[in-house]
T-cell receptor, first 114, second 114 residues
Framework: DVKVTQSSRYLVKRTGEKVFLECVQDMDHENMFWYRQDPGLGLRLIYFSYDVKMKEKGDIPEGYSVSREKKERFSLILESASTNQTSMYLC?????????????FGPGTRLTVT | AQSVTQLDSQVPVFEEAPVELRCNYSSSVSVYLFWYVQYPNQGLQLLLKYLSGSTLVKGINGFEAEFNKSQTSFHLRKPSVHISDTAEYFCAVSLTGGGNKLTFGTGTQLKVEL
């Protein structure tokens, strides 16, 4: 079974702190994604990566950065957390071999910024 | 760019009743279509997907969906729901040309009542 794990299920941080969200997948997938989920807005893509050290902006990259130093790990970084970044963050991975594969999701990290 | 519309944000239904969750999409190129389910405090998991071929697609847990190209719809149905189907359901599309990026709808909360 594909497994995507996220470092924390719940996280509380203060405004201005630097926040790291970690995601690890164990299926040797090339592509990894970070989404933000908010009520009534669905899932919105923040950043994605097609390969190690490669990254591309999604639909809402402002205030975020990412790092992919190893194939299995994709980190989301909030450089200076703000209250409007309080949200559920979901990581996903998928094989790049063809477009019909499904994305596999982690359990999510619920981040609260106070 | 492609987009997905889920018109119903909440659908209440009694146990053992049938249900239909609506999904319409917009795209200038051909797409793959997906339905994901999110149970409380969990990540997303795939219910079913349409890639090509038969327009009626069967998924897990007794769900099915029908692809209608002329109406650009991919509605999800189940003939008899169970309490355990209470969850949020997301429709998503990806381009057949590759990239594996998903565009999600805003989600439909299905609440099954006794």
């Amino acid at each position: 079974d594909v497994k995507v794990t996220q470092s924390s299920r719940y996280l509380v941080k203060r405004t201005g702190e630097k926040v790291f969200l970690e995601c690890v997948q164990d299926m040797d997938h090339e592509n990894m994604f970070w989404y933000r989920q908010d009520p009534g807005l669905g899932l919105r893509l923040i950043y994605f990566s097609y390969d190690v050290k490669m990254k591309e902006k999604g639909d809402i990259p402002e205030g975020y950065s990412v790092s992919r130093e190893k194939k299995e790990r994709f980190s989301l970084i909030l450089e200076s957390a703000s209250t409007n970044q309080t949200s559920m963050y979901l990581c996903a991975s998928i094989s790049s071999k063809w477009a019909g594969y499904e994305q596999y999701f982690g359990p999510g990290t619920r981040l609260t910024v106070t | 760019a492609q987009s997905v519309t889920q018109l119903d944000s909440q659908v209440p239904v009694f146990e053992e009743a049938p249900v239909e969750l609506r999904c319409n999409y917009s795209s200038s190129v051909s797409v793959y279509l997906f339905w994901y389910v999110q149970y409380p405090n969990q990540g997303l998991q795939l219910l079913l997907k349409y890639l090509s071929g038969s327009t009626l697609v069967k998924g897990i847990n007794g769900f099915e969906a029908e692809f209608n190209k002329s109406q650009t719809s991919f509605h999800l149905r189940k003939p008899s729901v169970h309490i355990s189907d209470t969850a949020e359901y997301f429709c998503a599309v990806s381009l057949t040309g590759g990239g594996n990026k998903l565009t999600f709808g805003t989600g439909t909360q299905l609440k099954v009542e006794l």
